[in-house]
């Protein structure tokens, strides 16, 4: 059984490296400098054999330090033995270092694993504002006479206080269960219909094209953000198998292999809206659960 383990691992190890031999993904920054928190596009492409499979970061990848914004996805193009993909993120930086540089990797699919294949190196500069700061600061002085007024009662006003403190803390100790629980039943309420609105405009716009890749990402990418918030459970940072490992794949196991397939394996699906309206159903049974569960905890 070890030998079999250690086999395994070693033909594992030599097609990484076979893998990252044979493909080389290219990124480039369209321009060389930015101001903190400017947009800047990011230029990702990489070409590979036809019989592989080859998946791009989105939005749950970590492009440190640049904050992910958007990304545009270009249909694959093929010739007779090779396939060649691309895509344009848009980032931002709020950081301060003068020169940011950034290396996007690709993942390359075998099987249940993955090989992570990174791009080259590239950077842009950052544009300072202040160049040169001044030795000493000058004040302005201003000795005219300003009048004080002192009507206003202060013992009062501090009493007035003290009485409100007296009565706030005896409410929070007689209703603060009864209040907390309905402040945050009212939250989850808004949040669902925040959610369900902006949801229901987005399966939609998918009715009008059901095969847009990036539109489909991002419509999924509300959807686990709402998920995170009722779920506590870092949606937005998990691949759909480890939201089925969670304890979800009976009900989304069909639906979320589907949505990857369009998004990462530009398989179209004709009726892309009915998964996303599953995703829709699935996500109100969680919201009634959840609210039966403050109401009743």
């Known amino acids: 059984m070890g030998k079999s383990i250690s086999f395994g691992i070693l033909i594992s190890f030599i097609f990484s490296i ?5 493909i080389s993904p290219y990124g480039k920054f369209l321009k060389d400098s930015i101001m903190v928190g400017e947009e800047v596009q990011y230029s990702l492409s990489v070409k590979y054999p036809l ?33 060649f993909d691309s895509a344009v993120y848009t980032f931002s930086s709020f950081e301060v270092d003068l020169v940011q540089r950034l290396q996007a990797p690709i993942y390359l699919l075998n099987g249940k694993d993955s090989t992570t294949i990174l791009a080259n190196p590239d950077s842009v500069f950052l544009k ?5 700061m001044p030795d000493s600061l000058q004040f302005i002085e201003n000795v005219d006479y300003q009048e004080v007024h002192y009507a206003f009662n202060y013992p009062y006003l501090m009493i007035g206080l003290g009485v409100f403190l007296v009565l706030l803390i005896g409410n929070y100790f007689i209703f603060g269960n009864t209040i907390r629980r309905k402040i945050k039943l009212y939250r989850m309420r808004k949040a669902y219909e925040k959610f369900s609105l902006e949801f229901e405009r987005g399966i939609i716009k998918i009715k009008q094209s059901e095969t847009n890749a990036q539109l489909i990402e991002e419509i999924l990418v509300t959807w686990k953000k709402y998920m995170e918030k009722i779920e506590d459970r870092p949606f937005t940072k998990y691949t759909s198998k ?19 397939r369009s998004i990462y ?12 309206e599953a995703l829709e159903d699935f996500t109100l049974e969680r919201y009634q659960t959840k609210i039966k569960e403050v109401k009743h905890g």
């Open 18 to 22: 076979a893998s990252a031999q044979e």
């Open 51 to 83: 019989d592989w499979y080859v998946v791009f970061p989105d939005s749950t990848n970590n492009f440190g330090p640049f904050e992910y914004y958007n990304k545009t996805f270009f249909p694959t193009r093929t010739d007779s033995t090779h396939a």
């Open 128 to 132: 300072e504002l202040v160049t040169v």
């Open 242 to 260: 480890e939201i089925l490992r969670v304890g979800f794949e009976k009900e989304l196991k069909t639906v979320l292999q589907t949505i990857d």
């Open 265 to 276: 394996g530009a398989i179209g699906d004709e009726e892309m809206h009915k998964n996303f």
